[in-house]
């Protein structure tokens, strides 16, 4: 069985940062994508970032230039570097994966983000 484990969110002031990870354990096949994405109770979930094998990214416009994707290959991990913080940030992340051999993602548990003043 594999499954993401994600750590890192909290509660901090705008204008702050804050680090999530997020880890894949078990029978980890090919991972052809992994990221982020964030759900409000008034919205809709929504992709944060992705990040591909080779390093390609791509991000919602409203956190380019705030947020950085990157991962580490030999841990099968993805990391989420959020600075400049804002209130509309506030949300549950999620982190996601694509393998080979599923037909749909795999998801983490979820991490709270709360940014207030």
């Known amino acids: 069985q594999v499954q993401l484990v994600e750590s890192g969110g909290g509660l901090v002031q705008p204008g702050e940062s804050l680090r999530l990870s997020c880890e894949a354990s078990?029978?980890?096949?090919?991972?052809?994508?992994m990221g982020w994405y964030r759900q409000t109770s008034e919205k809709q979930r929504e992709l944060v970032a992705s990040?591909?094998?080779?390093?390609?990214?791509d991000y919602l416009r409203s956190v380019q230039g705030r947020f950085t994707i990157s991962k580490h290959d030999a841990k099968d991990a993805v990391y989420l570097q959020m600075d400049n913080l804002k209130s509309e940030d506030t949300a549950i992340y999620f982190c996601f994966a694509g393998m080979d051999g599923r037909p749909d993602n795999l998801w983490g548990q979820g991490t709270q983000v709360t940014v207030s003043p």
């Open positions: 990040i591909t094998p080779d390093g390609s990214t």
């Open positions: 078990g029978r980890v096949t090919y991972i052809f994508v």
